[in-house]
């Protein structure tokens, strides 16, 4: 029997109040942005709007709690952009959206710097025996949004960024899921020349841990090669963007290379204010599930396809309220 698991990739849209009291705290400069080094004033905004978003992930009823990413200014480069080593640069599109973020030139060798694991031991003191997931970018995905101006290997460079990431899971509280998001896989391919890469360097990251790992991919299908790779990972679940770009796409590549045991699937559109019922959340898991229909999934994850800080926070609270609901129905799904 499938077991459903309501969950999100994370970031979510800060509360409005949180966005005003902010705007004054911090500035609307470059130089403004999180660096590890706010002020006590900020830190506490940004524990109550940790606070906030916990209760709400609480009320709507996940199965799986995450803590935010709040602080998270330059979106999955966060844990560069606060790291030694790293220096901010210029500003550059975040994909193909309107959101932006500084560029991590990495420029000395990389030492995990806590700033993610302190963050996800504030949460678990707001939690009540909740299972906790942690979030972090895949290394492919973090190493493709940087600038390296140190390794000069691209091999070298995400065997770094991989390693720079297990040290800061090293430090994570006890969780009992961990998402790796991983958009470039899908927008930006790795080449033949690092391609081969790509797994050993998410093992690093899921050998850190004890959990279940997840390699969470979105903003449309995976192509051919690039998941056969990612069926050499290691990991506990494979996860596909089921709402944007060709589905068809992500079902053959299933059905042609196989798929993990357990699933996570984006049924939830985290860039669109049109809420789902939880009865379409649900059709879209079975069709995914018919297209494979070799597959037994022992547990499936229900989520957003995206982040969802693009969302208004009603809209946001709304879709996770009506993931939470998808799980709850009882009625029979074939997977």
Avoid: C
């Avoid at 960024?161 to 509280?173: C, D, H, N, Q």
């Avoid at 596909?240 to 060709?246: K, L, S």
């Amino acid at each position: 029997m499938t077991h459903y698991v309501a969950t999100t990739p994370g970031l979510f849209p800060l509360p409005d109040w949180a966005k005003s009291e902010l705007s004054d705290l911090k500035g609307h400069q470059k130089g403004d942005l999180i660096s590890g080094e706010e002020s006590e004033e900020i830190r506490e905004t940004y524990a109550d709007a940790r606070s906030a978003v916990v209760s709400d992930q609480r009320e709507a009823g996940l199965d799986r709690i995450v803590e935010g990413g709040l602080r998270w200014d330059d979106m999955l480069a966060h844990p560069l952009a606060v790291a030694e080593g790293v220096e901010t640069g210029g500003i550059v599109r975040y994909y193909d959206n309107n959101n932006f973020y500084r560029d991590p030139r990495v420029v000395d060798g990389l030492t995990a710097s806590g700033d993610v694991a302190a963050e996800l031991e504030a949460a678990v003191d707001l939690l009540d025996g909740e299972p906790l997931q942690a979030v972090l970018p895949g290394p492919y995905s973090l190493a493709d949004l940087a600038t390296d101006e140190y390794y000069g290997d691209d091999g070298e460079f995400l065997s770094a960024i991989a390693t720079f990431l297990a040290e800061e899971v090293g430090m994570f509280p006890a969780h009992e899921t961990l998402f790796l998001l991983e958009p470039s896989l899908v927008t930006a391919p790795p080449d033949d020349d690092i391609a081969a890469a790509v797994p050993e360097a998410i093992d690093t990251v899921a050998d850190a841990t004890d959990a279940d790992v997840v390699v969470y991919t979105y903003f449309g299908a995976l192509d051919e090669k690039t998941y056969a790779h990612l069926m050499d990972t290691d990991v506990s679940a494979l996860g596909f963007d089921i709402v944007a770009g060709d589905r068809d796409q992500t079902v053959y590549n299933a059905s042609e290379y196989g798929v993990t045991d357990d699933v996570a699937l984006g049924v939830a559109d985290g860039q669109n204010t049109l809420v789902e019922s939880p009865g379409t959340l649900r059709e879209r898991v079975e069709w995914f599930a018919d297209g494979v229909p070799a597959a037994d999934f022992e547990t499936v994850y229900l989520t957003t396809n995206t982040e969802p800080f693009y969302l208004p926070v009603n809209k946001y609270e709304d879709k996770l309220e009506s993931l939470a609901a998808a799980v709850e129905l009882d009625r029979e799904v074939s997977v």
